[in-house]
């Protein structure tokens, strides 16, 4: 019985006055305490908080009180109705947890990768976009890197349908590339200007926005996840796709 009142909650000494009241039946503190072999005063308190919690019951004769254990059907109900107390704050938390969601300030993630594996697992992030299509500025360097990979990358982009767009610079390779734009869900289009021997490249999907540097020496991936600044960069490359003639 003991370890059955311990996984109640019940304290050691909170633990000997409920088995002295239930030994003694209707009992007078100082009954109960001289039973439990605890100061007298003690027995007060410890009574008082074994009321509070259902454990026991008072009655008062003659203006003297006296004290049993209650009914273990009442405590049964009573711990059921704290069960059901403390379900309904919690659905109610959550329900506030939702509202604050709403309201709350979006705030960008950034994460940081380096390494060929880095390079490989920033990549294929950008095979989860939900809007089916990806904009980026991509020159050959970024393309030829890991070339089986890319191509596997590729592949999977198409199965899913996932349209792409890329700014690079005009070679003999990516001119051979444009060629295959429909069958691959891919256009290139050419800007030298800003792409022409570069190691560095920039996709742009719905809410993320990745960086990526490769060299042989190191391989560097930035991923920003932020739906306006995501929004920003879609909208810079679009004001370029539309100017740019090849």
């Known amino acids: 019985m ?3 009142l311990k996984s109640l909650g019940l304290s050691e000494k909170e633990i000997k006055v409920y088995l002295a009241c239930l030994k003694l039946g209707n009992s007078k503190a100082s009954e109960i305490a001289l039973y439990a072999k605890i100061e007298r005063q003690a027995s007060y308190y410890i009574l008082k908080l074994l009321m509070k919690k259902g454990f026991i019951s008072e009655t008062i004769k ?3 009180q006296y004290y049993e254990v209650s009914n273990p059907k009442t405590l049964l109900e009573k711990i059921e109705e704290e069960k059901k107390t403390k379900e309904n704050a919690i659905k109610e938390l959550i329900e506030e947890q939702k509202k604050l969601k709403n309201v709350a300030i979006p705030k960008a993630k950034v994460s940081w ?4 594996e880095g ?3 920033i990549i294929r992030e950008m095979l989860e976009v939900e809007d089916k299509e990806i904009y980026s500025y991509n020159p050959e360097k970024v393309i030829k890197f890991i070339p089986l990979f890319l191509e596997s990358y590729a592949l999977k982009r198409k199965e899913k349908k996932i349209k792409t767009k890329i700014i690079s610079e005009e070679t003999t390779f990516l001119k051979e590339e444009k060629k295959k734009g429909k069958e691959k869900l891919r256009e290139i289009k050419f800007l030298d200007e800003i792409m022409k021997g570069k ?3 920039l996709a742009i999907a719905k809410d993320k926005v990745i960086f990526v540097r490769v060299t042989e020496k190191e391989q560097i991936g930035i991923k920003i996840e932020d739906k306006s600044f995501a929004e920003l960069q879609k909208n810079i490359f679009n ?3 539309q100017r740019i003639s090849k």
Request: net charge negative; proline share 0%; no cysteine.
């Open 119 to 121: 390079f490989k697992t």
């Open 62 to 64: 003659s203006g003297v």
């Open 113 to 116: 990768y380096e390494g060929v």
């Open 239 to 241: 004001f370029l796709w």
């Open 2 to 4: 003991e370890e059955n």
């Open 199 to 201: 190691d560095y490249g």
